[in-house]
T-cell receptor
Framework: KAGVTQTPRYLIKTRGQQVTLSCSPISGHRSVSWYQQTPGQGLQFLFEYFSETQRNKGNFPGRFSGRQFSNSRSEMNVSTLELGDSALYLC???????????FGEGSWLTVV | AQKITQTQPGMFVQEKEAVTLDCTYDTSDQSYGLFWYKQPSSGEMIFLIYQGSYDEQNATEGRYSLNFQKARKSANLVISASQLGDSAMYFCAMREGSLRYNQGGKLIFGQGTELSVKP
């Protein structure tokens, strides 16, 4: 059974650029969540999508956005990148009412 | 406000010994779930174990067990017979809301405990 797949794994961007990260959840999982992990702030919730609708949103600026497609795959976008956006971005998937939430390997973003 | 506290930034354990990683939580919700994850240096968050607030028995998954003390709001992870491959960061996390209904998958994480297993 395939796990949560995130692409790309590593990327380097320049300040001011925008980036799109992709997440394919485990088959049958309809909930996809995104988290940002930095050494200073730890793991912080960005947003969650369920059935193509944003169900929860964390406390991040509007530069961070996401969407979910009909096949449950999700993308997150960060526009006008800042140095502080350098982080590991983790995607998680779960069933609608599941008691297990599985994460992908993450996308390491470096902004220079 | 919901909060997870892990008071041990780093811990050492001898190979083959048991170790307990502490986690306390704060929530006003009656229904919630508690999770433990392992994160090796590669970055992947590996699900270890789950405990629901209404579960009367402590959860166990192989060498992992969760010591759930609801009145004290603690959910400590116990790893038995530590192995060198257990060296990693360990995170405790909480999800509020009923798990029988569509309450969302938002997790609140603690700051983590770095476990080092000595040969």
């Amino acid at each position: 059974k395939a796990g949560v797949t995130q692409t790309p794994r590593y990327l380097i961007k320049t300040r001011g650029q925008q980036v799109t990260l992709s997440c394919s959840p485990i088959s049958g999982h309809r909930s996809v969540s995104w988290y940002q992990q930095t050494p200073g702030q730890g793991l912080q919730f960005l947003f969650e999508y369920f059935s193509e609708t944003q169900r929860n949103k964390g406390n991040f600026p509007g530069r961070f956005s996401g969407r979910q497609f009909s096949n449950s795959r999700s993308e997150m976008n960060v526009s006008t990148l800042e140095l502080g956006d350098s982080a590991l971005y983790l995607c998680a998937s779960s069933r609608a009412t599941g008691n297990t939430i599985y994460f992908g390997e993450g996308s390491w973003l470096t902004v220079v | 406000a919901q909060k997870i506290t892990q008071t041990q930034p780093g811990m050492f354990v001898q190979e083959k010994e048991a170790v307990t990683l502490d986690c306390t939580y704060d929530t006003s919700d009656q229904s919630y779930g508690l999770f433990w994850y392992k994160q090796p240096s590669s970055g992947e968050m590996i699900f270890l174990i789950y405990q629901g607030s209404y579960d009367e028995q402590n959860a166990t998954e192989g060498r992992y067990s969760l010591n759930f003390q609801k009145a004290r709001k603690s959910a400590n992870l116990v790893i038995s017979a530590s192995q060198l491959g257990d060296s990693a960061m360990y995170f405790c996390a909480m999800r509020e809301g009923s798990l029988r209904y569509n309450q969302g998958g938002k997790l609140i994480f603690g700051q983590g405990t770095e476990l080092s297993v000595k040969p």
